[in-house]
C-alpha cells in the first residue's frame, strides 16, 4: 500500500560541488535544488548557491527551454500570517468536505508590475485529487491574492518576480 504522502509528488534534485584552490585557504561550494511540478514533471524552479560568487541564494525559472534568473524581492502586503488567514477564509468558504490535514508547497511567478503569471504545485503532502479538485481550488485562492502583493526593494528594473509558499489543505 502506498503512503498517502507519496500522492502526486514530484521530484526534487540536489547537487553540491566542493572545489578549493592552492591561492585560497577556503573551500567554496554551488548548491543546487531543482523543483519539479507535480502534475506534469517538468521543471519549474531551480535555487542556486554559489559561495564563490556570492553568499546570497539565487533563483532560476524555467521559462519552457531554458532557466532565467528571477527576483524573489516580493512580500504579501500584510504579511505571511495575514496571507494564511486569507487563505484560510477563501478555503473553507468554497470547499465543506473532509478535513485532510494536508499541506502543499505552491510557487506564483509575478511579472514586472506584480501581475500573477503562473501558479505551480510543486509538492504535496497528507492528499491528492482523486476526491476533490484541491490544487484547482488552492489555484484561485492564490490568483485571487493579485494586487495584493509589494515589492519588497526598490528594483523596478527587474522583469520577473517569484515566492514559494506553503498552503494547509485543512
Known amino acids: ?8 509528488q514530484s521530484k526534487i534534485t540536489n547537487e553540491s560541488i566542493i572545489y578549493s584552490s592552492d591561492t585560497s585557504p577556503y573551500k567554496k561550494e554551488i548548491t543546487s535544488s531543482t523543483f519539479f511540478e507535480v502534475e506534469t514533471f517538468l521543471p ?21 527551454k531554458e532557466f532565467q534568473k528571477v527576483s524573489t524581492d516580493v ?7 495575514s496571507l494564511r488567514k486569507y487563505q484560510d477564509s477563501l478555503y473553507w468558504a468554497n470547499y465543506n468536505g473532509d478535513e485532510i490535514n494536508g499541506s502543499c508547497l505552491y510557487t ?6 506584480l ?13 491528492n485529487n482523486s ?4 490544487d484547482g481550488l488552492i489555484k484561485k485562492i492564490l490568483l485571487s491574492t493579485e ?12 522583469n ?8 494547509r489543505v485543512r
Open 160 to 167: 520577473w518576480y517569484f515566492t514559494m509558499g506553503r498552503f
Open 44 to 64: 519549474v524552479f531551480k535555487s542556486t548557491l554559489d559561495t564563490a560568487k556570492s553568499p546570497k541564494l539565487e533563483i532560476f525559472y524555467y521559462f519552457g
Open 131 to 134: 476526491k476533490f479538485d484541491y
Open 108 to 113: 506564483i511567478l509575478f511579472d514586472e508590475k
Open 115 to 127: 501581475k500573477i503569471q503562473e501558479i505551480r504545485i510543486v509538492k504535496r503532502g497528507g492528499y
Open 1 to 8: 500500500m502506498v503512503s498517502p504522502l507519496l500522492y502526486g
Open 147 to 158: 494586487g495584493k502583493w509589494k515589492k519588497t526593494k526598490d528594483t523596478h528594473s527587474e
Open 75 to 81: 512580500s504579501y502586503t500584510g504579511g505571511n500570517e
